[in-house]
Each structure stands twice: as structure tokens, then as C-alpha cells.
């Protein structure tokens, strides 16, 4: 992902001189993308030897709290923080539309958004944490027919990130903010879940053999690219890579113990990954995800199972949910897991928001 231009910043933070930037509200104009370096004085200068009032553009009311000591270099979600405040400008001047596409790739997802009327959005803190930064904000409501957007003003949080398309964790208000997959510290069993939902988000039930049609070569063999990668963290035992151990038998193996799928009767030296030199299956590439986070993961101690429940989302915010999926998993003697069912608790009806590198 590329990151928001840090050394040119920094170097025009430290050179040049600058002017003051304007309030942080709907009144003000959309803020341009490309910083714009502040001086500093001996009494207001922080201990890095930059000014992210500044690189920000945000006035000096806003309280900024840099948790990185001794900083070496500017924070590399300045392209985000321009990408909130556009947001939000969007949305105070009731272009729910241009907001949309700002954190959705699916028209009409924000719809249900046509009775909420904001006037007012106003950043009073950041606590700067490098790559991420939280950002604390007011957000006036005068009218609204929907549970997300509280009439009044109300404390909101944003969590910023350091990519292009994911910009933002979440913004929510404050009190309500979860931790989206994507970015969180999660258990095997998790990340296992996470990555069926990422690459094959339509499974459902107990048997997952309809998932691998052998009447549509294209549809069975994504299929089988999708298993490659979800594979590589179902906590299989390491081998050492052989034609033996990466073998369209072996791959079989493993499908099986997995999903509980035979796949030994379709020809994987057709599939796209296949290595012919070497008789081998190799690891699907990664970089695929969907935007969720975990609502609900236990595990029953006396069967030996994991039930994980998920909520996705249409957007890459968390302001539409657009299914919760149950994943129950078991393990399987050699410690690794065993996809037992796939439950649909919830689906409003949108598409799942995607992203990919």
C-alpha cells in the first residue's frame, strides 16, 4: 500500500515556513490533500521536530497527543485524516451519494442514511500512534430516522490506518467500537474463520462438497485456489515442501481432514496453481479480505469444538452490517481444524465489501 508522501512532508515541515489552518468544521472548505507546514515557536513546539497541527491541517485548538517518543518521521496517515474530513464534508452537505463511495464500492448501500440530516463536525482530539491514529470528534445531528446517528451532538471516534482503500478501521460513536478483523491480534481458530469468509464467503451448511462443482471447471478450480490459501491456516502440521507433501494427493488429504470434501476424482494438474516440474499444489496467493470483526468466539472444552461468530460488513466503516456467518469448527487428531458448519444468522441483503492487494 503506498503511504502519504512522509518524506516530502517531513522535509517541508522542516524547511519552509507555513500558515495557520482553518477550523476543522462543515463551514470549512475541503481541505486539500497535500499538507501544509506550520512555524513553530520555542513555547508551543513539540519535542519532534515536526508540526502535525500542520500536517494534519487542523487549528491549534485540536488537543494532539503523540504517543511515538523521540518521532524520526511524520505519521503516514495524513491521506486518511484528508479523507475524514472529506467525509464528512460530503455528509454536512447531504451528498450521501459522494460519501458513499468514499468507503463502499456498492451504490446504494448508504440508502437507509436519506433521513439523516448533519450539520456540524468538529475534531477536538488525536492521539497519534504512527501508523494509526485515534481521532475524537463532535458530530451534530438535526434530524434522523436511523439508530447509528443520535440527534444532537454526540462524541464520535475515528481510527485511522496508514493504507489507501482501508483508511479507517471504523468510525463510530464513541462507546461502540469494535475491532475489525483486518487489523486485530486474533486466535487461529479466528483467523482460520476469517479467512473462509474472505475466500469463500458463500459456504454454508455441513456439506461444503457443492462449493467444488465439477460441472464448471472455472467455478471448482477457484474453489481450489480459494482452499490453498484458507489451508495454510487451518493449523496443519508443518512438512517440509516435497512433490510428495505438495501433491495433488496430498492437497486431496488435506481437503478431506479440512472440509470434509474428496476431491480425488478431479484433475488438479488442470488447476491454475499447479506446478508441473514438480507435481506440486503450491499455496494459493493471499491478499484478499473482508471487512469484519468477531462479535462472539467460544470454545467447548468438552468436545473439543470452536463456535466463532462473525459479523460482516458493506462498508469498510462498520455503518452497515450485511451478514453475520456461525462458524463451528472441530480439530482434528493432528491439532488441526475440521469445518463442521456454517450458519447464517443475518443478512440484510447488501453485498459484502471486499478488498484486495
Request: glycine share 6%; charged share 20%.
Amino acid at each position: 500500500m503506498k503511504r502519504f508522501l512522509p518524506i516530502f512532508t517531513a522535509a517541508l515541515c522542516l524547511l519552509t515556513g507555513c500558515i495557520a489552518a482553518p477550523p476543522v468544521s462543515s463551514s470549512s472548505s475541503t481541505p486539500s490533500p497535500t499538507p501544509t507546514p506550520a512555524p513553530q515557536s520555542e513555547a508551543s513546539a513539540p519535542s519532534q521536530a515536526f508540526d502535525l497541527h500542520a500536517y494534519y491541517e487542523l487549528p491549534d485548538s485540536v488537543v494532539i497527543r503523540d504517543t511515538v517518543d523521540g518521532r524520526t518521521q511524520l505519521p503516514f496517515n495524513g491521506f486518511a485524516m484528508y479523507n475524514l474530513k472529506e467525509l464528512f464534508g460530503r455528509l454536512t452537505d447531504g451528498q450521501w451519494e459522494e460519501a458513499e463511495a468514499l468507503v463502499c464500492s456498492t451504490p446504494g448501500v448508504f440508502d437507509q442514511f436519506a433521513g439523516v440530516q448533519i450539520s456540524d463536525f468538529v475534531i477536538r482530539e488525536l492521539e497519534v500512534q504512527d501508523e494509526k491514529t485515534m481521532v475524537y470528534f463532535d458530530l451534530t445531528v438535526e434530524e434522523s430516522d436511523n439508530p447509528l446517528f443520535a440527534v444532537g451532538t454526540t462524541p464520535w471516534v475515528a481510527k485511522l490506518t496508514s493504507f489507501d482503500r482501508n483508511w479507517a478501521e471504523y468510525i463510530l460513536p464513541q462507546g461502540s467500537s469494535v475491532s475489525t478483523c483486518y487489523f486485530a491480534s486474533l486466535q487461529p481458530v479466528e483467523q482460520f474463520c476469517f479467512r473462509l469468509a474472505s475466500y469463500l464467503p458463500d459456504l454454508r451448511g455441513t456439506d461444503f462438497s457443492a462449493c467444488f462443482d465439477r460441472s464448471d471447471p472455472y467455478v471448482m478450480y477457484q474453489a481450489v485456489d480459494a482452499a490453498c490459501v484458507i489451508l495454510n491456516s487451518a493449523g496443519l502440521p508443518d512438512v517440509p515442501d516435497t512433490p510428495e507433501t505438495k501433491s495433488p494427493a496430498a492437497f486431496c488429504d488435506r481437503m478431506e481432514a479440512v472440509f470434509g470434501v474428496d476431491l480425488r476424482d478431479v484433475d488438479l494438474t488442470q488447476y491454475s496453481g499447479y506446478q508441473a516440474y514438480g507435481m506440486m499444489v503450491p499455496v494459493g496467493k493471499g491478499g484478499r479480505w473482508v471487512y469484519a470483526a468477531i462479535a462472539e468466539s467460544t470454545r467447548d472444552e468438552a468436545h473439543n469444538r470452536f463456535t466463532v461468530t462473525m459479523d460482516l460488513y458493506a462498508d469498510t466503516v462498520c455503518w452497515v452490517k450485511a451478514q453475520t456467518l456461525r462458524y463451528t469448527v472441530g480439530v482434528n487428531e493432528d491439532g488441526s481444524f475440521r469445518l463442521l458448519e456454517v450458519e447464517q444468522l443475518y443478512d440484510s441483503g447488501h453485498p459484502l465489501e471486499m478488498g484486495s492487494v
